[in-house]
């Protein structure tokens, strides 16, 4: 019986996970492949009260480069506002400062423009652009929250 556990276990689960790598590499959607040269990853937990980084990682060459531009929207009553953001070495970058920038939630997007193209992030399952959302949390409840939960 434990040696039949150990078979599948060891058998059976990488041939699944390697079968699920398969079908994500071959998946035909949209947002794996129409935003393939612009890339970010939002601050988590985004704490209300501390700067963070917005970081907009490209590998188009800069001398194609026309502009990047992030769009920042406060609340949900505001409008977007636009910010223009250099390029240095691959990497667009947005210091978030909540003194500037007060607010409960934080919506936004980025634009990348080239000579032929636009490049845009986030993209949804469909290939359009889909704002990112976030709430600003308190790092206290937050903290706090996150030890109730490993207890």
């Known amino acids: 019986m434990v040696k039949k556990y150990y078979f599948n276990l060891f058998f059976f689960i990488p041939l699944i996970l390697s079968g699920q790598i398969e079908k994500q590499v ?7 492949f129409i935003n393939q040269h612009l890339f970010h990853s939002p601050p ?5 009260g501390r700067i963070h980084n917005l970081d907009f990682i490209t590998d188009i060459s800069a ?3 026309v502009s ?3 769009f920042l929207k406060m609340n949900s009553k505001s409008s977007f506002q636009e910010y223009q953001l250099e390029l240095s070495h691959g990497l667009f970058r947005f210091s978030y400062d909540p003194r500037i920038h007060p607010g409960r939630h934080i919506e936004y997007y980025f634009i990348v423009t080239t ?3 636009i490049f845009g992030t986030p993209v949804d399952g469909n290939g359009d652009l889909k704002p990112i959302k976030k709430l600003l949390v308190d790092p206290v409840q937050y903290y706090k929250q996150q030890a109730r939960l490993n207890k």
């Open 26 to 32: 071959r998946d035909d959607r949209p947002d794996l």
């Open 44 to 48: 988590k937990p985004f704490f209300k």
């Open 63 to 65: 001398d194609s480069i």
């Open 68 to 70: 990047g531009t992030l």
């Open 115 to 117: 000579k032929d193209r």
